[in-house]
């Protein structure tokens, strides 16, 4: 429970392949903590991973595991309050940079289980123990991001920031401070990711129409916002 308002949930991965394969993502607005063994490669070990601003690839191969953390947006800097969670956005680096109980001895406790729950049990312990700095400044910005995240008629910035009584400067910096990425990132992000949700449970799209629903001007831009980012046209 004293986790909830600052983690979105964990994930868990087990593989164990036959022939290397390419796991593509297309990332929220999100700090993660990963707990990692690829155990052709070594021992296991820990990782924070920053918001991925483009398409987010990772290869596997042979056998391993992956127990991730997934913080709200916005989530993360009460763990970290000594650097603008902009500092992380499109790096992954050893989480003892970081997090100095994040060491190996950590890893190999979290991963080696073999039942899920003891996993959890692990990384509930390890965030438990990690100091936490409470900050409005961060409910405000987690606040802001689920409210991007959930209200369709948030389409403008400028909006986001008048409703809140905020400046647009002062809505900028609070995102790059707590979130990591600017307000328009968000707002593009989620509409990019409600596209994807229709493109792969429907086959009857009327992309004009979406593409109005979701606040474009027009299908083109959609398109090109969807292709920049997943790779490929959502067609």
């Not at 052709?40 to 595991?65: F, H, I, N, S």
């Not at 989620?190 to 009327?206: F, G, K, P, V």
Request: charged share 25%; with cysteine; glycine share 6%.
């Amino acid at each position: 429970e004293p986790l909830r308002r600052y983690v979105e949930w964990y994930w868990l991965i087990d593989w164990d392949l036959p022939a290397p394969y390419a796991s593509h993502i297309v990332p929220h607005p999100a700090v993660n903590l990963t707990f990692q063994w690829d155990e052709d490669e070594g021992p296991p070990y820990a990782e924070v991973t920053g918001v991925a601003l483009g398409l987010y690839t990772r290869k596997l191969t042979g056998r391993g595991r992956v127990c991730g953390v997934k913080f709200r947006p916005g989530g993360f800097r009460p763990y970290a309050p000594e650097a603008p969670v902009s500092r992380w956005t499109g790096r992954a680096l050893p989480a003892e940079e970081v997090f100095p109980q994040a060491t190996g001895d950590t890893a190999h406790a979290v991963v080696t289980p073999a039942e899920d729950r003891a996993r959890v049990a692990a990384l509930d312990a390890f965030l438990d123990d990690l100091p936490r700095t409470p900050d409005p400044q961060a409910d405000l910005a987690m606040d802001l991001v689920q409210r991007v995240r959930a209200d369709r008629t948030v389409r403008r910035v400028g909006d986001l920031a008048h409703a809140e009584g905020l400046s647009v400067r002062a809505l900028q910096r609070l995102f790059s401070a707590y979130v990591g990425v600017s307000p328009k990132w968000v707002l593009l992000r989620y509409r990019i990711h409600e596209a994807l949700n229709h493109a792969d449970t429907r086959t009857d799209i009327d992309w004009a129409t979406l593409a109005a629903e979701l606040g474009y001007a027009d299908q083109a831009h959609l398109v090109r916002d969807f292709t920049a980012t997943v790779g490929v046209p959502p067609t």
